[in-house]
Protein backbone atom coordinates (compact mmCIF):
# COMPACT_ATOMS: atom_id res chain seq x y z
CA UNK A 1 0.00 0.00 0.00
CA UNK A 2 1.51 3.12 -1.14
CA UNK A 3 1.48 6.15 1.70
CA UNK A 4 -0.43 9.47 0.55
CA UNK A 5 1.42 12.22 -0.78
CA UNK A 6 2.39 15.19 1.10
CA UNK A 7 1.37 18.49 -0.28
CA UNK A 8 4.52 19.52 -1.15
CA UNK A 9 5.27 16.58 -3.24
CA UNK A 10 1.32 16.49 -5.06
CA UNK A 11 2.54 19.93 -5.90
CA UNK A 12 5.95 18.85 -7.14
CA UNK A 13 4.43 16.05 -8.88
CA UNK A 14 1.23 18.21 -10.74
CA UNK A 15 4.27 19.19 -13.11
CA UNK A 16 5.59 15.92 -14.29
CA UNK A 17 3.39 13.83 -16.38
CA UNK A 18 4.50 9.90 -15.66
CA UNK A 19 2.00 8.70 -18.59
CA UNK A 20 3.08 10.72 -21.90
CA UNK A 21 6.93 10.78 -23.26
CA UNK A 22 8.41 13.07 -26.13
CA UNK A 23 9.80 10.14 -27.24
CA UNK A 24 5.68 8.49 -28.09
CA UNK A 25 4.06 10.13 -30.87
CA UNK A 26 0.73 10.41 -28.46
CA UNK A 27 0.03 13.68 -29.23
CA UNK A 28 0.10 13.44 -33.05
CA UNK A 29 -2.48 10.06 -32.40
CA UNK A 30 -4.71 12.23 -29.89
CA UNK A 31 -5.16 14.96 -32.82
CA UNK A 32 -6.05 12.85 -35.45
CA UNK A 33 -8.45 10.80 -33.18
CA UNK A 34 -10.15 13.67 -32.34
CA UNK A 35 -10.67 15.20 -36.03
CA UNK A 36 -11.52 12.03 -37.35
CA UNK A 37 -13.57 10.78 -34.84
CA UNK A 38 -11.62 7.36 -33.91
CA UNK A 39 -13.39 5.56 -31.22
CA UNK A 40 -10.70 2.68 -30.51
CA UNK A 41 -7.40 3.90 -30.63
CA UNK A 42 -6.01 0.80 -31.64
CA UNK A 43 -7.37 1.55 -34.73
CA UNK A 44 -4.59 4.25 -34.95
CA UNK A 45 -2.04 1.92 -34.08
CA UNK A 46 -3.42 -0.54 -36.82
CA UNK A 47 -3.04 2.29 -39.40
CA UNK A 48 0.21 3.18 -38.31
CA UNK A 49 1.85 0.02 -38.83
CA UNK A 50 0.01 -0.37 -42.36
CA UNK A 51 1.54 3.49 -42.96
CA UNK A 52 4.80 1.95 -41.69
CA UNK A 53 4.72 -1.50 -43.98
CA UNK A 54 3.90 0.88 -46.96
CA UNK A 55 6.59 2.87 -46.94
CA UNK A 56 9.17 0.18 -46.13
CA UNK A 57 8.06 -1.82 -49.28
CA UNK A 58 7.84 1.66 -51.46
CA UNK A 59 11.72 2.04 -49.72
CA UNK A 60 12.71 -1.31 -50.43
CA UNK A 61 11.08 -1.16 -54.28
CA UNK A 62 12.91 2.33 -54.70
CA UNK A 63 16.55 0.54 -53.98
CA UNK A 64 16.25 -2.14 -56.73
CA UNK A 65 17.80 -1.04 -60.07
CA UNK A 66 15.98 1.41 -62.68
CA UNK A 67 16.22 -1.38 -65.18
CA UNK A 68 15.11 -4.36 -63.01
CA UNK A 69 11.63 -6.06 -64.46
CA UNK A 70 10.63 -7.37 -60.91
CA UNK A 71 10.54 -3.19 -59.66
CA UNK A 72 8.57 -2.03 -62.95
CA UNK A 73 6.10 -4.83 -62.25
CA UNK A 74 5.61 -4.42 -58.55
CA UNK A 75 5.96 -0.81 -58.56
CA UNK A 76 2.84 -0.04 -60.68
CA UNK A 77 0.99 -2.95 -58.93
CA UNK A 78 1.88 -1.10 -55.37
CA UNK A 79 0.55 2.60 -56.75
CA UNK A 80 -2.25 0.97 -58.69
CA UNK A 81 -3.71 -0.91 -55.34
CA UNK A 82 -2.36 2.85 -53.14
CA UNK A 83 -5.01 5.00 -55.83
CA UNK A 84 -7.80 2.34 -56.18
CA UNK A 85 -7.62 2.73 -52.17
CA UNK A 86 -7.77 6.17 -52.16
CA UNK A 87 -4.81 6.89 -50.60
CA UNK A 88 -2.99 8.37 -53.41
CA UNK A 89 -4.39 11.07 -55.68
CA UNK A 90 -2.29 10.54 -58.91
CA UNK A 91 -3.13 7.03 -60.31
CA UNK A 92 -0.29 5.14 -61.65
CA UNK A 93 0.92 5.16 -65.26
CA UNK A 94 -0.97 2.96 -67.58
CA UNK A 95 2.22 2.06 -69.60
CA UNK A 96 4.82 -0.42 -67.26
CA UNK A 97 7.55 1.21 -65.98
CA UNK A 98 10.90 0.64 -68.01
CA UNK A 99 14.11 2.56 -67.77
CA UNK A 100 13.19 5.33 -69.71
CA UNK A 101 10.93 6.24 -67.23
CA UNK A 102 13.01 5.59 -63.99
CA UNK A 103 13.39 9.27 -63.06
CA UNK A 104 8.91 9.12 -63.05
CA UNK A 105 8.81 5.74 -61.39
CA UNK A 106 11.49 7.29 -58.62
CA UNK A 107 9.01 10.42 -57.86
CA UNK A 108 5.95 8.15 -57.84
CA UNK A 109 7.93 5.55 -55.33
CA UNK A 110 8.84 8.86 -52.95
CA UNK A 111 5.57 10.17 -53.45
CA UNK A 112 4.15 6.94 -51.82
CA UNK A 113 6.40 6.48 -49.38
CA UNK A 114 6.26 10.20 -47.97
CA UNK A 115 2.41 10.74 -48.34
CA UNK A 116 1.01 7.97 -47.23
CA UNK A 117 0.02 8.84 -43.56
CA UNK A 118 -2.70 7.54 -40.95
CA UNK A 119 -4.75 10.61 -41.89
CA UNK A 120 -5.17 9.25 -45.47
CA UNK A 121 -6.41 5.46 -44.22
CA UNK A 122 -9.06 8.03 -41.86
CA UNK A 123 -9.88 9.92 -44.99
CA UNK A 124 -11.39 6.57 -46.10
CA UNK A 125 -13.36 5.54 -43.29
CA UNK A 126 -17.23 5.84 -44.22
CA UNK A 127 -18.18 8.54 -41.34
CA UNK A 128 -15.48 10.95 -43.18
CA UNK A 129 -16.67 10.09 -46.80
CA UNK A 130 -20.29 10.14 -45.81
CA UNK A 131 -19.64 14.19 -44.47
CA UNK A 132 -17.99 14.35 -48.01
CA UNK A 133 -20.62 13.57 -50.00
CA UNK A 134 -22.83 16.21 -48.01
CA UNK A 135 -24.84 13.38 -46.79
CA UNK A 136 -24.82 14.74 -43.10
CA UNK A 137 -23.96 18.54 -42.51
CA UNK A 138 -23.61 20.79 -40.31
CA UNK A 139 -21.64 21.31 -36.69
CA UNK A 140 -20.79 17.87 -35.53
CA UNK A 141 -21.40 16.18 -38.52
CA UNK A 142 -19.12 13.32 -38.28
CA UNK A 143 -19.99 12.32 -34.97
CA UNK A 144 -23.74 11.84 -36.67
CA UNK A 145 -22.39 10.43 -39.74
CA UNK A 146 -20.70 8.10 -37.27
CA UNK A 147 -23.37 7.44 -35.18
CA UNK A 148 -26.10 6.89 -38.29
CA UNK A 149 -23.76 3.98 -39.24
CA UNK A 150 -23.66 2.51 -35.73
CA UNK A 151 -27.60 2.46 -36.13
CA UNK A 152 -27.75 0.70 -39.12
CA UNK A 153 -28.89 3.94 -41.72
CA UNK A 154 -25.81 3.69 -44.38
CA UNK A 155 -25.18 0.97 -46.75
CA UNK A 156 -22.47 0.62 -49.15
CA UNK A 157 -23.46 -1.21 -52.43
CA UNK A 158 -25.97 -3.44 -50.86
CA UNK A 159 -24.06 -4.37 -47.66
CA UNK A 160 -25.31 -2.49 -44.96
CA UNK A 161 -22.20 -1.46 -42.61
CA UNK A 162 -22.49 -1.02 -38.69
CA UNK A 163 -19.09 -0.64 -38.58
CA UNK A 164 -16.90 2.90 -38.11
CA UNK A 165 -13.69 1.95 -38.98
CA UNK A 166 -15.11 0.74 -42.21
CA UNK A 167 -12.91 2.09 -44.79
CA UNK A 168 -14.41 2.97 -48.12
CA UNK A 169 -12.27 2.56 -51.57
CA UNK A 170 -12.55 4.85 -54.52
CA UNK A 171 -14.85 2.67 -56.45
CA UNK A 172 -17.04 2.14 -53.96
CA UNK A 173 -17.59 5.68 -53.13
CA UNK A 174 -20.60 6.50 -55.18
CA UNK A 175 -22.48 3.62 -53.67
CA UNK A 176 -22.47 5.02 -49.81
CA UNK A 177 -26.27 5.87 -49.54
CA UNK A 178 -29.04 5.38 -46.96
CA UNK A 179 -30.60 2.19 -46.12
CA UNK A 180 -34.16 1.97 -48.30
CA UNK A 181 -36.47 2.14 -44.71
CA UNK A 182 -34.29 4.46 -43.15
CA UNK A 183 -36.36 7.75 -41.35
CA UNK A 184 -33.08 9.71 -41.74
CA UNK A 185 -33.57 9.03 -45.45
CA UNK A 186 -37.10 10.08 -45.14
CA UNK A 187 -36.68 13.12 -43.25
CA UNK A 188 -33.87 14.15 -45.60
CA UNK A 189 -36.14 13.81 -48.56
CA UNK A 190 -38.96 14.92 -46.87
CA UNK A 191 -37.05 18.53 -46.49
CA UNK A 192 -35.91 18.82 -50.00
CA UNK A 193 -39.47 18.36 -50.75
CA UNK A 194 -38.31 15.17 -52.82
CA UNK A 195 -41.18 13.08 -50.60
CA UNK A 196 -43.19 10.30 -53.13
CA UNK A 197 -46.03 8.34 -51.12
CA UNK A 198 -45.61 5.68 -53.41
CA UNK A 199 -42.08 4.99 -52.14
CA UNK A 200 -42.92 5.17 -48.60
CA UNK A 201 -45.62 2.62 -48.61
CA UNK A 202 -49.00 4.25 -49.11
Known amino acids: MVRKLKHHEQKLLRKVDLITYKSDQSHRAATVCRRYAIQNPSDYDKYNRICGNI ?14 PFRSKYTTL ?16 TTS ?3 ATAPASNLLLSAAESKISVSRFCRRRIGV ?8 GGGGALAAANKFVEQGHVRVGT ?21 DGSKVKRQARAYRGEVDDFDEGG
Request: charged share 15%.
Open 97 to 99: LTS
Open 159 to 179: EVVLDTAFLVVRAMEDYVTWV
Open 55 to 68: RKLAHTLSLLPPTS
Open 129 to 136: VMTALGMV
Open 78 to 93: LLTKLYDMGLLSTPAP
